[in-house]
């Protein structure tokens, strides 16, 4: 009888241990859930990570709440997630520079982007648009060129920050174009660099492909080309910069991620979650409206597609020259 007990009891502990995990992701979210988004407002990461929060709150029952943590070019809100308890209540709806190219740029970074982060899905990528100011007498790549050596140094351009994706994409064009006597003007986001290239303090910028496209279709801009190999299909006389220079290729992706740790059900469902949001027809007809690709790939794919980022940003980090510290 006490043998007979003894197997009862261990199967029971068995069969708990089984269930509680599964229990635990069922439950989950039974309370408000933060998401933190490394920018400001005004710019692809924000534009999307409230849209995938505000569809995960109505899939959750529960309150999805953006939160903007900026500055340090992205990663005081990546270090403020990557510290946060393991328990999915906190996630970061990340933007690729604070992930693959800061790490390059700064010899302190505050966290280890693959050992303190938990990939979960990539939403989406897409292209950077440059766009110049109307007053600028240039209407492609190649014209551009030739109105910034005819400034002698006194062109400039503005970014979202020291070693942005905004200012790499320039660098790489100034390398591949030879060498370009050009100012960068770094702003703390997006956002309050638009508003001086729209005022013509500053006559160009890079924007993700969300941002551009009205600001472009508007007037208010002229876009001379888009940073990925293929033309945009909502922008089809948009350039690639590839047409000009031959193997230019820079693409941003947005996705979730969560502090090391997470239970693996949690992630699992999180994942299941956002797939299920972007294979949905009308958020991919979006997708494509904004010049993005829909991706929502596993936490395994997505893992080892920042290993190889990672990788990747090393060397055009260091032809630029920018460091962060």
Same mark, same amino acid.
């Given at each position: 009888?006490?043998?007979?007990?003894?197997?009862?009891?261990?199967?029971?502990?068995?069969?708990?241990?089984?269930?509680?995990?599964?229990?635990?992701?069922?439950?989950?979210?039974?309370?408000?859930?933060?998401?933190?988004?490394?920018?400001?407002?005004?710019?692809?990461?924000?534009?999307?990570?409230?849209?995938?929060?505000?569809?995960?709150?109505? #899939?959750?029952?529960?309150?999805?709440?953006?939160?903007?943590?900026?500055?340090?070019?992205?990663?005081?809100?990546?270090?403020?997630?990557?510290? %946060? +308890?393991?328990?999915?209540?906190?996630? #970061?709806?990340?933007?690729? %520079?604070?992930?693959?190219?800061?790490?390059?740029?700064?010899?302190? #970074?505050?966290?280890?982007?693959?050992?303190?982060?938990?990939?979960?899905?990539?939403?989406?990528?897409?292209?950077?648009?440059?766009?110049?100011?109307?007053?600028?007498?240039?209407?492609?790549?190649?014209?551009?060129?030739?109105?910034?050596?005819?400034?002698?140094?006194? +062109?400039?351009?503005?970014?979202?920050?020291?070693?942005?994706?905004?200012?790499?994409?320039?660098?790489?064009?100034?390398?591949?174009?030879?060498?370009?006597?050009?100012?960068?003007?770094?702003?703390?986001?997006?956002?309050?660099?638009?508003?001086?290239?729209? %005022?013509?303090?500053?006559?160009?910028?890079?924007?993700?492909?969300? +941002?551009?496209?009205?600001?472009?279709?508007?007037?208010? #801009?002229?876009?001379?080309?888009?940073?990925?190999?293929?033309?945009?299909?909502?922008?089809?006389?948009?350039?690639?910069?590839?047409?000009?220079?031959?193997?230019?290729?820079?693409? %941003?992706?947005?996705?979730?991620?969560?502090?090391?740790?997470?239970?693996?059900?949690?992630?699992?469902?999180?994942?299941?979650?956002?797939?299920?949001?972007?294979?949905?027809?009308?958020?991919?007809?979006?997708?494509?409206?904004?010049?993005?690709?829909?991706?929502?790939?596993?936490?395994?794919?997505?893992?080892?597609?920042?290993?190889?980022?990672? +990788?990747?940003?090393?060397?055009?980090?260091?032809?630029?020259?920018?460091?962060?510290?």
């Amino acid at each position: 009888m006490l043998r007979i007990r003894t197997w009862v009891g261990l199967f029971v502990l068995f069969t708990l241990g089984i269930a509680a995990p599964a229990a635990f992701a069922q439950a989950y979210p039974s309370r408000p859930v933060r998401v933190v988004v490394q920018y400001p407002p005004g710019g692809t990461p924000d534009i999307y990570g409230r849209i995938m929060s505000a569809e995960l709150s109505k #899939l959750w029952g529960q309150p999805v709440v953006v939160e903007n943590r900026t500055g340090a070019s992205g990663t005081i809100g990546t270090d403020l997630v990557a510290k %946060a +308890a393991p328990d999915g209540y906190t996630l #970061l709806f990340a933007s690729d %520079a604070a992930i693959t190219i800061v790490p390059h740029l700064m010899t302190k #970074l505050p966290y280890d982007p693959v050992r303190d982060l938990q990939p979960i899905s990539n939403v989406a990528q897409g292209g950077f648009v440059l766009m110049v100011h109307p007053s600028v007498p240039a209407n492609n790549l190649k014209e551009l060129i030739a109105w910034i050596r005819a400034q002698n140094g006194k +062109a400039s351009f503005a970014s979202s920050g020291t070693g942005s994706q905004q200012q790499l994409s320039m660098e790489l064009i100034r390398t591949m174009a030879g060498g370009l006597d050009m100012i960068h003007i770094p702003y703390k986001g997006f956002g309050q660099g638009m508003a001086d290239v729209l %005022a013509g303090q500053v006559p160009m910028i890079f924007g993700g492909a969300t +941002a551009s496209i009205q600001i472009i279709k508007g007037g208010k #801009l002229k876009g001379i080309g888009i940073t990925s190999k293929s033309r945009l299909k909502v922008m089809p006389e948009l350039p690639s910069i590839s047409e000009t220079f031959p193997g230019y290729d820079i693409t %941003a992706w947005y996705g979730f991620m969560g502090p090391a740790g997470m239970p693996r059900e949690v992630v699992n469902k999180i994942h299941a979650d956002v797939v299920a949001i972007v294979k949905r027809p009308e958020f991919q007809e979006r997708l494509v409206r904004d010049g993005i690709e829909p991706i929502a790939n596993t936490p395994d794919e997505f893992a080892a597609q920042i290993k190889t980022d990672l +990788a990747n940003w090393a060397g055009v980090v260091k032809a630029s020259g920018a460091k962060l510290d």
